[in-house]
T-cell receptor, first 113, second 114 residues
C-alpha cells in the first residue's frame, strides 16, 4: 500500500523558474514530513522538513507548504538553478522509536540553463 | 565530522547466494536504519537498530537480517538472494533524541543479483 503519493514523476523548468512538487499522504498519524534531494550515485540528503503544526516553512529558495485537512504537502523551489537538477523525494513518518520513513516515488527535476 | 560510509559500493551476486553489506555511522549517531531503493523508486524501510537490537522493521522477509555493533556500525545480511533483491541498499544513521530526527544517508551499495 503506497501511503505517500508524489507527482509529477518528472519536471523540466527553465533557469529562474519555480519548481513545484506535490505529495499526498493517507496515514493521519504521520507527523513529520521531510523532503530529500538525491543526486546520481549518492544517497538522499535532507533538504527541508515540516511538522503539521505549521502551514509553511521556508529555507532559502526552498519552501514547504502543508495542508493538514487535505493531507497534502508540496515543495516549491524558487529561482530554480541547473545545480538543482536531481531527484526529489517527499517522505513522512510518525512519532515513535523507529522513525520509519515512508518515501514517495520521486520526481526527477531538470533545470535547463 | 565524518559522514556515513558504506561498503562495498558495488556488488554482483548469484541467485541463492548470501551477501553482507556494511555501514559505519556518522560520528555521534547511535541509531542505524537500512533502506532498499529499487531503480526509479523511493527508498523502502527494511529495519532499524538501536543499542544493538532491532527496533522497527518494514515489510521484508526474515532472510533480511542485521546487526549493530557497540561502535554503532552495522551490517545487513541477505540470505537466499533473489533477482528482485537487485537494488541500491542505503544505510542511514541518526541520533535518538535528536529533535529533527534527521537521517544522514550513505551513498549506498549497489547490489546486482544475476
Amino acid at each position: 500500500q503506497q501511503q505517500v503519493k508524489q507527482s509529477p514523476q518528472s519536471l523540466i523548468v527553465q533557469k529562474g523558474g519555480i519548481s513545484i512538487i506535490n505529495c499526498a499522504y493517507e496515514n493521519t498519524a504521520f507527523d513529520y514530513f521531510p523532503w530529500y534531494q538525491q543526486f546520481p550515485g549518492k544517497g538522499p540528503a535532507l533538504l527541508i522538513a515540516i511538522r503539521p503544526d505549521v502551514s509553511e516553512k521556508k529555507e532559502g529558495r526552498f519552501t514547504i507548504s502543508f495542508n493538514k485537512s487535505a493531507k497534502q504537502f508540496s515543495l516549491h523551489i524558487m529561482d530554480s538553478q541547473p545545480g538543482d537538477s536531481a531527484t526529489y523525494f517527499c517522505a513522512a513518518s510518525r512519532d515513535g522509536s523507529a522513525r520509519q520513513l515512508t518515501f514517495g516515488s520521486g520526481t526527477q527535476l531538470t533545470v535547463l540553463p | 565530522e565524518t559522514g556515513v560510509t558504506q561498503s562495498p559500493t558495488h556488488l554482483i551476486k548469484t541467485r541463492g547466494q548470501q551477501v553482507t553489506l556494511r555501514c559505519s555511522s556518522q560520528s555521534g549517531h547511535n541509531t542505524v536504519s537500512w533502506y532498499q531503493q529499487a531503480l526509479g523508486q523511493g527508498p523502502q524501510f527494511i529495519f532499524q537498530y538501536y543499542r544493538e537490537e532491532e527496533n522497527g522493521r518494514g515489510n521484508f522477509p526474515p532472510r533480511f537480517s542485521g546487526l549493530q555493533f557497540p561502535n554503532y556500525s552495522s551490517e545487513l545480511n541477505v540470505n537466499a538472494l533473489e533477482l528482485d533483491d537487485s537494488a541500491l541498499y542505503l544505510c542511514a544513521s541518526s541520533s535518538r533524541g535528536q529533535a529533527n530526527y534527521g537521517y544522514t544517508f550513505g551513498s549506498g551499495t549497489r547490489l546486482t543479483v544475476v
